[in-house]
């Protein structure tokens, strides 16, 4: 389990890296692409078999991130309608949302950031 979580990631996160070295993308708008790339292939039923073989490797970078929208979006609709399509998302994620406000600034607390 380890050693296809291990490579599914890093697979994800060198296309990622041969990005940021081979394009004139900015890492903020791969960020981006990861997110939506997930939500497309999500929403085409291509990364559930990825999560499924991989686990981790597949449900930590950003396009499970994006996988998690997509989810979260679906459930919702079945069970309240419309409205799920709003809801739906942030209620999947929110944990994550969380962690990584809470997290963000707890280090900024205990780094002290410069700006460049």
Do not use: D, N
Request: glycine share 14%.
């Amino acid at each position: 389990m380890y050693v296809k979580a291990f490579l599914v990631g890093g697979a994800i996160c060198m296309i990622g890296e041969w990005l940021v070295l081979r394009t004139k993308l900015t890492p903020a708008r791969i960020l981006v692409c990861y997110i939506l790339a997930g939500v497309v292939l999500s929403a085409l039923g291509l990364y559930a078999p990825i999560v499924e073989f991989a686990g981790a490797g597949a449900t930590v970078p950003l396009t499970g991130f994006g996988h998690s929208l997509t989810q979260g979006v679906k459930h919702a609709v079945e069970e309240s309608g419309l409205i799920g399509a709003f809801t739906g998302g942030l209620s999947a994620t929110a944990g994550g949302i969380a962690a990584a406000v809470l997290f963000g600034t707890l280090v900024a607390f205990l780094f002290k950031p410069h700006a460049k």
